[in-house]
């Protein structure tokens, strides 16, 4: 039987270098590899897998709250693009365009979209004519081009996949009441499909996206204590419906611009997911996100009837779960064991002669890797609570994680020993000053995360200069 230290000597110590274990996990549990394009990468099946899980949890979501699907052009006119100058500014180093095609030089360079307001927007302008219109409530899954200099799979490449929604609304209190729900929604995703406890509010004016009023998030903290931005959602109010002209006849039969939003979830999410669930052996996904809930293991599956039972047997199970056979004849049996858990499958199965002729299997659960012996007569039942268990172990341990690493201070010499110490998220008071915000991340590393909704009153002074304090303040250094 393989040894899990001999499967996984390819494989970074976790403890000792996070970053280049994360690099192996997505290459040896098969869900990514390098493109031949510097910065891209090609989504393998089980990756994809992932994400067409996520996808399909948050579109249902989506549609319940009258969110439809749409699909708009790759391709942007530069002049679009600089209609909405705080937009271009905070976009234009990640820029990609083409100018030529056909072999001729274009008349206008086509930005490829790092994201869509500027042709939502010229749309909606075009579509929009009445109050009685309104809301338009779109969405698309698709794929961005942001040109990042520095690329790690999923969390940040050059091209990626996200879905991005963006409304446009009669009044100022609906397109807030719209931002706050896809917050909400987001943070219902990562909570209940992945998992993953986060941490919910708004960001600084200087963390904010370009041409947005207000900008939410939520924030997720991986193994080694770094904060992952994980989902975003901007009320614009009007500052792209004035440039771009997206107006109606209101209820008065006055011409009134639109109040907007946009907001998005990415591939990014299957990164959020290895990073806070991972552990040396591997990935560790819950059951609700799984492409493979159940990997069946048969032992001694070259003896008469084993194969009939444990086919038998995926017939049974796959009415309720996400099954497979692992019956692959040229790997022993550790072999598999250790290739399940490296790919985080939730439950593996093992059944052999013996198991059969006493009517029972054996459940490996990967987040404890407990072992437990089931009859068979009781396996569905076992298996609901099992699944169920894991889900709420996985998100357990995440959350105690959490709580570890968050810290108090309330000096900047105490901030500074604090996330060098035990690095996670910092509560400190802020005075509002990007001076403070800047010397902050100069000294520390450290950005700010979000300003929570209810705030906490550590000091009345500022962490960094020691005036008058504003608001409470997350940070954390980031991936």
């Not at 969405?139 to 081009?145: D, I």
């Not at 459940?363 to 076992?382: N, P, S």
């Not at 201070?409 to 996670?424: D, S, V, W």
């Amino acid at each position: 039987m393989a040894k899990n230290e001999d499967f996984v000597k390819d494989i970074a110590n976790i403890d000792e270098d996070f970053a280049q274990w994360y690099t192996d996990i997505v290459k040896k549990a098969d869900l990514a590899d390098y493109a031949d394009t510097k910065g891209l990468v090609a989504i393998k099946p089980y990756g994809f897998a992932i994400w067409e899980n996520i996808k399909n949890y948050a579109d249902k979501l989506f549609k319940e709250t009258g969110i439809q699907n749409v699909y708009f052009p790759l391709l942007i006119p530069e002049s679009l693009l600089q209609k909405e100058k705080d937009h271009v500014e905070g976009f234009a180093p990640e820029v990609a365009f083409v100018t030529e095609a056909g072999g001729e030089k274009l008349d206008e360079k086509l930005c490829i979209r790092p994201t869509s307001e500027t042709v939502f927007s010229t749309l909606y302008a075009k579509w929009l004519k009445s109050w009685r219109d309104l809301p338009m409530e779109y969405n698309q899954w698709c794929s961005v081009l942001r040109w990042e200099k520095e690329t790690r799979p999923f969390l940040r490449s050059r091209e990626f996949l996200w879905q991005e929604g963006h409304t446009i609304h009669e009044t100022e209190e609906e397109a807030k009441a719209r931002t706050l729900k896809m917050l909400e929604i987001y943070a219902d995703i990562v909570e209940n499909m992945l998992a993953i406890p986060v941490l919910k509010g708004r960001k600084t004016e200087k963390e904010k996206f370009a041409g947005a009023e207000e900008t939410y998030t939520i924030e997720t903290l991986t193994r080694d204590g770094r904060a992952l931005q994980s989902g975003t959602s901007h009320y614009f109010g009007q500052n792209f419906t004035k440039p771009f002209e997206v107006k109606f006849q209101n209820r008065e039969g006055k011409e009134e611009y639109a109040y907007q939003t946009s907001w998005g979830i990415s591939t990014r999410l299957v990164g959020a997911l290895i990073m806070a669930h991972g552990d040396e052996r591997g990935l560790k996904l819950p059951p609700k996100v799984a492409p493979i809930q159940i990997r069946i293991i048969p032992i001694a599956q070259h003896k008469e009837g084993v194969l009939e039972k444990v086919k038998e047997l995926k017939e049974r199970l796959q009415k309720e779960f996400r099954v497979e056979i692992d019956a692959r004849e040229q790997v022993t049996p550790g072999y598999k064991f250790n290739d399940c858990e490296l790919k985080g499958i939730p439950v593996r199965i093992e059944m052999g002669p013996r198991d059969i002729e006493n009517n029972q299997c054996i459940i490996v659960r990967r987040d404890t890797l407990e072992k437990i012996t089931v009859k068979l007569d009781e396996l569905e039942e076992k298996l609901k609570d099992i699944m169920e268990d894991i889900q709420k172990n996985m998100y357990n341990i995440c959350k105690k994680r959490m709580e570890e690493k968050t810290s108090i201070a309330r000096t900047l010499e105490e901030f500074e020993e604090k996330i060098n110490t035990n690095q996670g998220y910092i509560k400190a008071m802020w005075c509002g000053s990007a001076k403070c915000e800047d010397k902050i991340k100069e000294r520390t590393g450290a950005h700010s995360r979000c300003i929570p909704e209810k705030s906490e009153e550590i000091s009345d002074v500022c962490v960094c200069c020691g005036k008058k304090a504003k608001e409470m303040v997350y940070w954390g250094r980031q991936y």
